[in-house]
């Protein structure tokens, strides 16, 4: 499926919002590990239909793929820390799963200033 450049009137304002929802989600995730971000995801989920077929689209699509990766990789981690064996691999895999998720809001971030869709 590619993806269209398509220029409306309203383009701007919608990278502005989802400029700010990446910083949100930055926020969030750096001062709450991930918890708070759920607010945001619903944000996410509201403006997505609104950006359909902009490029825009593929970052709501981006930041809501990641949070539920984020929340998948780190129910893996909380099920072995439960173990008591299982706590140094616990660890490995939370600290794999939080520097997974801030690459995806940096490149996603990044990659919206830079005009580029991401590949959702």
């Known amino acids: 499926m590619s993806q269209e450049l398509v220029?409306?009137?309203?383009?701007?304002?919608?990278?502005?919002?989802?400029?700010?929802?990446?910083?949100?989600?930055?926020?969030?995730?750096?001062f709450s590990l991930g918890l708070l971000n759920i607010i945001v995801l619903i944000v996410n989920y509201i403006r997505r239909p609104d950006t359909a077929g902009t490029i825009v689209y593929s970052h709501h699509t981006w930041?809501?793929?990641?949070?539920?990766?984020?929340?998948?990789?780190?129910?893996?981690a909380f099920v072995l820390a439960?173990?008591?064996?299982?706590?140094?691999?616990?660890w490995l895999v939370g600290a794999a799963a939080w520097l997974w998720m801030a690459y995806r809001i940096i490149r996603g971030f990044l990659d919206l200033n830079n005009n580029r869709p991401m590949p959702v």
């Open 63 to 76: 930041m809501i793929r990641s949070f539920w990766w984020y929340v998948v990789a780190m129910a893996v």
């Open 82 to 90: 439960i173990t008591i064996i299982g706590i140094p691999l616990a």
């Open 7 to 30: 220029y409306e009137r309203g383009i701007e304002d919608a990278k502005q919002f989802a400029r700010i929802l990446y910083l949100a989600h930055a926020a969030t995730f750096f």
